[in-house]
């Protein structure tokens, strides 16, 4: 026969057990409910951000990944470090935004009016810009690797240090003209067109091309002392 007291010993050992999974019920049950509550103030950090230019106002926090934006207007706004990675931007109107540090690459934006954007800093890698207007744009330190500029209007665009393809920086200058209001630079100087030396080799994106292979000695065998660099006499 079982003893009661060894009964009552058991039923007091597994008490506490039954108290301890009320606890841990009611703790999980209470992080859900804060979390939950808590969804409304992450939304409102979010605006925030947004409107004032990001967390320590570094950035706009605006997101338009793979967004529809096609013929959307949005004239002098900030979209500083904004992600338009794959967004479809044709025929929409972001002349004088500032983009500056901004994602778009794949972006399309076929006939996009750019006129007057700051564009420095960003990355447009693979980007369509057919027909896109540059008129006055900024695209200083911009990377253009393997985008289609074919058929834009670049009058007074600045893309001095730019990455961008050979083929394509040397069909830009078939037709390259003005200088840009706000740095002063003629978009010719800043794609080097006319320049044997500068950019006129391509980019970092075409390392083979980058820069003509020096030679230790000129025609005559010496170097210029002056720059310490060795090349041939014309």
């Not at 079982?2 to 009964?7: A, Y």
């Not at 209470?30 to 947004?50: D, Q």
Request: with cysteine.
């Amino acid at each position: 026969m079982e003893d009661c007291s060894e009964r009552k010993h058991i039923g007091k050992i597994s008490e506490p057990k039954r108290w301890q999974k009320l606890v841990s019920t009611a703790l999980a049950a209470a992080a859900v409910i804060s979390f939950s509550s808590g969804m409304p103030s992450i939304a409102e950090l979010n605006k925030y951000e947004a409107d004032t230019r990001g967390e320590f106002g570094i950035g706009s926090a605006a997101q338009f990944g793979s967004a529809d934006l096609r013929k959307a207007v949005h004239v002098n706004e900030n979209f500083r470090r904004a992600n338009f990675t794959s967004a479809d931007m044709r025929e929409s109107d972001f002349s004088g935004c500032t983009f500056n540090g901004a994602y778009l690459e794949k972006a399309v934006a076929y006939k996009t009016n750019f006129s007057g954007a700051d564009l420095s800093d960003t990355l447009m890698d693979r980007m369509v810009l057919n027909e896109a207007n540059l008129t006055n744009a900024v695209l200083v330190r911009s990377v253009l690797t393997r985008s289609d500029l074919g058929g834009a209007t670049i009058v007074g665009a600045d893309f001095s240090d730019a990455v961008i393809d050979l083929p394509q920086k040397q069909a830009l200058c078939k037709y390259a003209s003005g200088t840009n209001p706000v740095t002063g630079v003629s978009t010719r100087a800043s794609l080097g067109c006319g320049n044997s030396r500068r950019n006129a080799y391509g980019t970092p994106s075409s390392p083979l091309l980058s820069a003509p292979p020096q030679q230790l000695l000129n025609r005559d065998g010496f170097c210029d002392e002056g720059t310490g660099l060795c090349e041939a006499s014309k």
